[in-house]
T-cell receptor, first 116, second 110 residues
């Protein structure tokens, strides 16, 4: 149990489908993140939310749409994805206290997404 | 943020100490050294971090050289469950700047 829960653990979707990934953190953190991990590549930061406000979008295509209704929940809405979007999508949270904060990230176990 | 260099892989016998090195020769004065690990099919797990002084917690110890150009993560009594990829990262400021390299794949054997 990491304190960060992601659902579903596995997802297979076609290129015309619409699906959503869900993340919930039980740690009282105020910052949440989406990362993408493709095979044999380092983790790539996608989005950052701080107190429900999006603070970073790392040039992510619009077919990925994040939503953060409150500090505990984060969604990633997916539509018209491509096969190359198949990857492990990881959610993380931290207690962000400002630009010099050194609070570590706590990750969920990810959603393994396969686009067919 | 400073670049880090780690060996791609290491082996360790179960019950022995695992010492994982990391070079960060371009580290600046306000950059922290973080260690995470990723066990197969799981998300990365925070282990420990430090600035100048050595640090210890229930998982590991972090030894940072006096010039801060390198560090060593020590797992005092490695178990099979410690088999994972270990990432050494240096950064300052918000955790959103966290970027992972290729890490060290630690294999703990019987």
């Amino acid at each position: 149990e990491t304190g960060v829960t992601q659902t579903p653990r596995h997802l297979v979707m076609g290129m015309t489908n619409k699906k959503s990934l869900k993340c919930e953190q039980h740690l009282g953190h105020n910052a949440m993140y989406w990362y993408k991990q493709s095979a044999k590549k380092p983790l790539e930061l996608m989005f950052v939310y701080n107190f429900k406000e999006q603070t970073e979008n790392n040039s992510v295509p619009s077919r990925f749409s994040p939503e953060c209704p409150n500090s505990s929940h984060l969604f990633l809405h997916l539509h018209t994805l491509q096969p190359e979007d198949s990857a492990l999508y990881l959610c993380a949270s931290s207690q962000d206290r400002g630009p010099l904060s050194n609070s570590p990230l706590h990750f969920g176990n990810g959603t393994r997404l396969t686009v067919t | 943020d400073a670049k880090t260099t780690q060996p791609p892989s290491m082996d360790c016998a179960e019950g022995r100490a695992a010492n994982l090195p990391c070079n960060h020769s371009t580290i600046s004065g306000n950059e922290y050294v973080y260690w995470y690990r990723q066990i197969h099919s799981q998300g990365p797990q925070y282990i420990i971090h430090g600035l100048k002084n050595n640090e210890t917690n229930e998982m590991a110890s972090l030894i940072i050289t006096e010039d801060r150009k390198s560090s060593t993560l020590i797992l005092p009594h490695a178990t099979l469950r410690d088999t994972a990829v270990y990432y050494c990262i240096v950064l300052t400021g918000t955790a959103s700047k966290l970027t992972f390299g290729t890490g060290t794949r630690l294999q703990v054997t019987l």
